[in-house]
């Protein structure tokens, strides 16, 4: 796992740490030094802790004027031991909330295991969003299963245009679009475009 990075060709376009908006801001990344691991793993220093010690992440994108941010995760997605839908609603996703960010793109192909507690901190995150949304890309199929047995696909958008995405050959923006338009066309069933 350590030789996972998270994505990197968008650093043009966004860099959490130089961000004065992020929950990020300041942080100092190693290249050599390897502080965090999942288990007994070793985990690459670019990805970002969140306070749970199975969940990681990095945050790719934030774009304040669309209210946008996109998130990749690494490790195992554990609310039943770690809480971890907890730190990452806590830690991450309200700072940004209190940005203006409403639209959430997670990036699930390194999340390798979900395990289940219960939904009211996806409720809770839901809820708040109002006019925006939370959409899952290209998490494995039995983790999606996993969380559509807990009815958590309520909250979190998965589905067959949002599966197998190549969205490494997008711009952020582009991305983003390709998404908000989906998630427009699921929230709104007459829409148009």
Same mark, same amino acid.
């Given at each position: 796992? =350590? %030789?996972?990075?998270?994505?990197?060709?968008?650093?043009?376009?966004?860099?959490?740490?130089? %961000?004065? *908006?992020?929950?990020?801001?300041? *942080?100092?990344?190693?290249?050599? /030094?390897?502080?965090? $691991?999942?288990?007994?793993?070793?985990?690459?220093?670019?990805?970002?802790?969140?306070?749970?010690?199975? #969940?990681?992440? +990095?945050? #790719?994108? $934030?774009?304040?004027?669309?209210?946008?941010? @996109?998130?990749?995760?690494?490790?195992?997605?554990?609310?039943? #031991?770690? &809480? %971890?839908?907890?730190?990452?609603?806590? &830690?991450?996703?309200?700072?940004?909330?209190? /940005?203006?960010?409403? +639209?959430?793109?997670?990036?699930?192909?390194?999340? #390798?295991?979900? =395990?289940?507690?219960?939904?009211?901190?996806?409720?809770?995150?839901?809820?708040?969003? /109002?006019?925006?949304?939370?959409?899952? @890309?290209?998490?494995?199929?039995?983790?999606? !299963?996993?969380?559509?047995?807990?009815?958590? %696909?309520?909250?979190?958008?998965?589905? +067959?245009?949002?599966?197998?995405?190549?969205? *490494?050959?997008?711009?952020?923006?582009?991305?983003?679009?390709?998404?908000?338009?989906?998630?427009? !066309? *699921?929230?709104?069933?007459?829409? @148009? +475009?």
């Amino acid at each position: 796992m =350590h %030789d996972i990075e998270p994505f990197y060709s968008w650093r043009n376009y966004y860099i959490a740490s130089e %961000d004065d *908006r992020s929950p990020f801001f300041g *942080r100092i990344y190693s290249e050599f /030094e390897f502080t965090h $691991a999942i288990y007994n793993h070793l985990i690459h220093p670019q990805w970002d802790e969140i306070g749970s010690p199975t #969940l990681f992440i +990095k945050i #790719l994108y $934030a774009d304040y004027e669309e209210s946008v941010a @996109i998130i990749e995760l690494i490790g195992e997605w554990n609310d039943c #031991l770690h &809480n %971890d839908i907890m730190y990452l609603k806590r &830690n991450i996703i309200e700072p940004m909330m209190h /940005e203006d960010i409403n +639209k959430f793109i997670l990036m699930g192909e390194n999340v #390798l295991n979900f =395990h289940y507690s219960d939904d009211c901190y996806y409720q809770e995150w839901f809820d708040e969003v /109002e006019e925006g949304w939370i959409a899952g @890309i290209n998490f494995r199929d039995f983790i999606i !299963r996993e969380f559509e047995s807990a009815n958590i %696909d309520y909250y979190i958008a998965f589905g +067959k245009h949002f599966n197998d995405l190549n969205w *490494r050959k997008y711009s952020p923006k582009q991305l983003f679009r390709l998404i908000d338009q989906q998630m427009t !066309r *699921r929230l709104n069933p007459h829409y @148009i +475009k």
